[in-house]
């Protein structure tokens, strides 16, 4: 039967056969040992408490810890009790094609949209944290509402309306367990209004894509060209709802250019559709102030999401949306179905964050620093790879690095591996066929390495791209 005791105060679950006592307690701790369970240097019970605890004999837990002593998976110490052994090989990290790759352990990661976690102001997280913690009332430690805490939907709709111009009072707005939950949200949201088809940009995340196909749509593409998505195919689509980056196209950097803003507003007044702004990176834009929301031009069509991730880091795990007034009372009861509520801790440090005006001092820092790395990006292109060019409005955490025709974006990702950095090819974030031929290029992030590795990361990018034109020219016979 299964028997509870205690490590050093912690419960640990064993399967004991009374018939058996001591070899189905030797099972039982091997078994906990090899499953890390119980890690390597934790201190055991003295047999005495042991055996006290599971109803056994003394010398039947001396003699099964001796045994396991014996084959090396205990230690016994003299005068200081019996220890699990530290073992060659138990603290290995899980194999595996990323955990391999040298990319991910040398922090030399140039994957598109990805901040630098890195520079996470922790003493000022930690500061907001405890302040918050100290002065939240006895209350608000017990289940929250299903729309989040009210003081940090009263602070972000504060911040969204002075920072992206989003028209939105504290009522419309849901804090959500990251952007992932919300938009799962809001597709199950539009499914219940009895949506059964979206558009999304041809390229973009293939995981939003399997969101929206989880919630129970049909997923469609909506071509992308340098003015954004072209919103004039939506009504050829026959679709109920569009997503868009229309502040800054991801993964092609561009942006969507006021007539078709216009465009695509129209066009939900005409349809009844939705439109969901996923508003990723809209915080940081480097050659002018920043593109305000679109869901400023129509507030009661668009559902507008946001998160912390990119600004702070994806650990904060908070997101939220701006939901028209049409779907508020469906997306809060689908909020539970998708468990997409933080915890109350988390938000009540968020805003305490952000009412010390600590968010708005990250986000300019980190502005700073991204402009400075995708200036970097751009000299080092120019300077050491001939035919190639950086394109994307200067924004965001990412930039396109355009590559001469006939080259394989494929072989560049692979070579980089090989090298050991990371980057994609654009055509992987392709939803189907292009509906028009572009050139060859590579998603270059430049957020996530650590400062003292952006250098080696770019160098190792490069390298990448110069072998794949040394092959190609190599193979010209002209």
């Known amino acids: 039967m299964g028997e509870s005791w205690a490590i050093r105060g912690l419960d640990?679950?064993?399967?004991?056969?009374g018939r058996r006592k001591a070899s189905s307690l030797e099972e039982a701790l091997r078994r906990a040992v090899r499953d890390r369970r119980i890690d390597a240097g934790t201190r055991l019970p003295a047999s005495r408490t042991l055996a006290a605890d599971l109803g056994i004999a003394r010398n039947v837990v001396a003699e099964v810890y001796g045994r396991l002593a014996a084959e090396g998976w205990l230690e016994a110490r003299v005068g200081a009790g019996t220890w699990v052994a530290g073992r060659p090989g138990r603290d290995a990290p899980v194999t595996g094609a990323d955990s391999a790759s040298p990319?991910?352990?040398?922090?030399?990661?140039?994957?598109?949209?990805?901040?630098?976690?890195?520079?996470?102001?922790?003493?000022?997280?930690?500061?907001a944290a405890r302040r918050a913690t100290l002065d939240l009332p006895a209350s608000a430690f017990g289940y929250g509402p299903r729309r989040g805490s009210p003081a940090l939907r009263s602070t972000l709709a504060e911040y969204l309306a002075r920072t992206r111009g989003v028209w939105a009072e504290s009522e419309r707005v849901a804090v959500?367990?990251?952007?992932?939950?919300?938009?799962?949200?809001?597709?199950?949201?539009?499914?219940?209004?009895?949506?059964?088809?979206?558009?999304?940009?041809?390229?973009?995340?293939?995981?939003?894509?399997?969101?929206?196909?989880?919630?129970?749509?049909?997923?469609v593409a909506l071509p992308v060209d340098a003015d954004g998505a072209v919103v004039d195919r939506l009504g050829d689509l026959a679709v109920d709802a569009v997503l868009l980056t229309p502040a800054h196209q991801f993964p092609t950097g561009a942006a969507l250019s006021p007539g078709?803003?216009?465009?695509?507003?129209?066009w939900a007044e005409r349809s009844g559709a939705f439109i969901i702004e996923d508003d990723y990176d809209g915080e940081f834009r480097y050659d002018r102030r920043a593109i305000g929301a679109l869901q400023s031009l129509a507030p009661g069509l668009v559902v507008y999401l946001g998160t912390?991730?990119?600004?702070l880091a994806p650990a904060v795990g908070i997101g939220w949306a701006v939901i028209p007034e049409r779907l508020a009372g469906g997306f809060e009861a689908q909020t539970v179905a998708v468990n997409g509520i933080p915890d109350a801790l988390n938000q009540a440090a968020l805003d305490a964050f952000m009412r010390a005006h600590e968010y708005d001092r990250t986000v300019r820092r980190r502005r700073a620093e991204y402009r400075a790395r995708r200036e970097r990006v751009e000299s080092r292109v120019a300077a050491e790879l001939d035919g190639c060019r950086v394109s994307g409005m200067r924004a965001g955490l990412h930039c396109l690095l355009e590559l001469p025709t006939g080259l394989d974006e494929r072989s560049v990702t692979s070579t980089a591996r090989r090298l050991g950095v990371r980057f994609d090819g654009l055509g992987s974030f392709r939803l189907g066929a292009s509906s028009a031929p572009r050139a060859p290029a590579m998603v270059v992030g430049y957020g996530a390495p650590p400062p003292h590795r952006f250098e080696a990361a770019l160098d190792r990018a490069i390298a990448a791209v110069r072998a794949e034109l040394g092959i190609s020219m190599a193979a010209d016979p002209s």
């Open 12 to 17: 640990l679950h064993l399967d004991l056969d």
């Open 103 to 127: 990319a991910l352990h040398l922090g030399l990661d140039l994957r598109g949209g990805i901040p630098d976690a890195s520079s996470f102001p922790r003493r000022e997280w930690a500061t």
């Open 176 to 219: 959500t367990r990251g952007f992932g939950a919300a938009l799962a949200t809001v597709g199950r949201t539009l499914v219940a209004e009895g949506a059964r088809r979206i558009a999304v940009e041809e390229f973009g995340h293939e995981a939003h894509r399997g969101i929206l196909r989880a919630a129970g749509l049909d997923v």
């Open 260 to 266: 078709r803003r216009i465009e695509v507003v129209a």
């Open 308 to 311: 912390a991730s990119k600004s």
